[in-house]
Each structure stands twice: as C-alpha cells, then as structure tokens.
C-alpha cells in the first residue's frame, strides 16, 4: 500500500519561512520522482516543485529562488523549503508520485500553507 504523507504546513506572515515534509511508504522510494503540487482556493492544482531519482529539480517561475526541493532516501521523505513566503503561496499542497511498476498516481491528503500579509 502506497502512502504519502505530508506534515510542517501552517500560518505564517509574508516573508517568513516554512518547511514541508512527504514521508512515503509502500515504494522503492530511491527510484521515484517526486513532485509537490499546490491548489489555493478557487484555482487549479498546480505542479511547484518536482525532484527526480537522481536529485535532479525542476520548480515554477514563481517559485524560483524561494522555494528548494529535496530528498533523503534514507529516510524516504522529501522536503520542500518555502522562503520569501508571499500571500500567493496560500494554498493546499500535495504531494505526488506516479508508482514506477503500475503508473498509478499516489496524491497524500495535503497541508495547508496560510501565508498572511
């Protein structure tokens, strides 16, 4: 059984600095791509951040240089480190993976990240 699941979201004023975590188990989790997504109120679910099996990352432009993705397979969890945090970064975010062997989508149940001005 996949699971994912994410934890460190929270309120915090503009220009503060939040970190977020995915734990997965059920995967051989060295050899999965990881990704974050965010979905704010009223808008589509949107891919922030994503990070491959060789640690290669990959973010949106309005993300860049604020936010860093990373990965400890030790551990099998990925962190995303939000600085500079804007209003605009309010969302739920989610974590994600497709399973290598069957290409099924594995979504954990989200955080919220309230960022106030």
Not at 5 to 18: I, K, N, R
Not at 40 to 65: H, Q
């Amino acid at each position: 059984q996949v699971q994912l699941v994410e934890s460190g979201g929270g309120l915090v004023q503009a220009g503060g600095s939040l970190r977020l975590s995915c734990a997965a188990s059920g995967i051989i989790f060295s050899i999965h791509t990881i990704n974050w997504y965010r979905q704010a109120p009223g808008k589509e679910r949107e891919l922030v951040a994503t990070i491959t099996r060789r640690s290669s990352t990959n973010y949106i432009d309005s993300v860049k240089g604020r936010f860093t993705i990373s990965r400890d397979n030790a551990k099998n969890t990925v962190s995303l480190q939000m600085n500079s945090l804007k209003p605009e970064d309010t969302a739920v975010y989610y974590c994600h993976t497709i399973e290598v062997r069957s290409l099924r989508p594995y979504w954990g149940q989200g955080t919220q990240v309230t960022v106030s001005s």
